[in-house]
């Protein structure tokens, strides 16, 4: 396994010790194994950061899954979380479901061992517009729903809103994907960007997300502002893009 210079010598060690054991586990089943996410990038925190694994086999059976999950628990002291292990067949079968999960991984992720076959993977725009609108509208559902059951209950409120900017982000990154705009370090940056693109007003969701990053506090009255501007906004994505398939683009 090559070097990645921005994990430490501990956490390097105990991964390739990882892969090496899941290697030697499987065998010839074994096509590729990725780091991917955060760890895979500037994104990763030592200390603090999950290592995200994705285990490529030709056939997945029970021993099999049964040996990795007793390999990985050697990681958990330096966050190494239990793998994605999927199939080659899987993969090229649910591309057009899952489009965003798969753009992620693709666009952040490091082969570790194997054949890189997520060099390969075309990701349609149009399916990846059909799960960015699904994703917002689901979310704006269900952050209603939620406000229903915690009114009047300041600390439940803010979990809602905590929760909710924390599932944002992922959707409003593959927003820019779609209108092809480079997508910037940091989620402030991506909200900001986003919102600028949509135009559509960012400040509810800068708020959440200073609550989220830095514990940032309001006032009773403030909340209820912040929760009601964060829905308008979530439905102004949502309208527009809805509206990129009205309008013939996606």
């Known amino acids: ?22 290697s030697l586990l499987c065998k010839d089943k074994v096509m590729a194994v990725y780091l991917y996410g955060g760890a895979a990038g500037k994104g990763y925190v030592p200390g603090r950061s999950n290592l995200n694994t994705l285990i490529v086999l030709k056939k997945i059976e ?36 899952f489009p965003i999960e798969f753009l992620d991984i693709k666009e952040n992720s490091i082969l ?20 960015c609108e699904r994703e ?32 944002l982000i992922f959707p409003l990154k593959n927003i820019l994907r779609i209108v092809n705009h480079q997508i910037p370090e940091g989620s402030d940056a991506v909200i900001r960007s986003c919102c600028k693109t949509m135009n559509v007003i960012d400040t509810p969701f800068l708020e959440a997300w200073a609550m989220k990053k830095e514990g940032r506090k309001v006032s009773l009255e403030g909340l209820y502002a912040l929760i009601s501007g964060y829905m308008s906004a979530i439905e102004e994505i949502s309208n527009k893009i809805d509206a990129m398939k009205a309008e013939g683009g996606l």
């Open 1 to 22: 396994m090559e070097p990645i210079a921005h994990l430490d010598k501990n956490t390097y060690s105990v991964l390739t010790t990882l892969i090496d054991d899941v």
């Open 136 to 167: 917002i509208k689901g979310q704006l559902v269900r952050f209603r729903g939620s406000f229903l059951e915690v009114e009047g209950d300041r600390k439940g409120m803010e979990q809602l809103v905590i929760k909710a900017i924390s599932s």
């Open 62 to 97: 029970i021993d099999a899954l049964m040996g990795i999950a007793r390999i990985y628990k050697k990681g958990v002291k330096v966050r190494v979380v239990a793998p994605l292990v999927l199939t080659p067949a899987y993969i090229r079968s649910s591309v057009d479901v």
């Open 112 to 131: 570790l061992t194997g054949v890189d076959l997520l060099k390969e993977v075309a990701i349609d725009l149009s399916r990846l517009r059909e799960q």
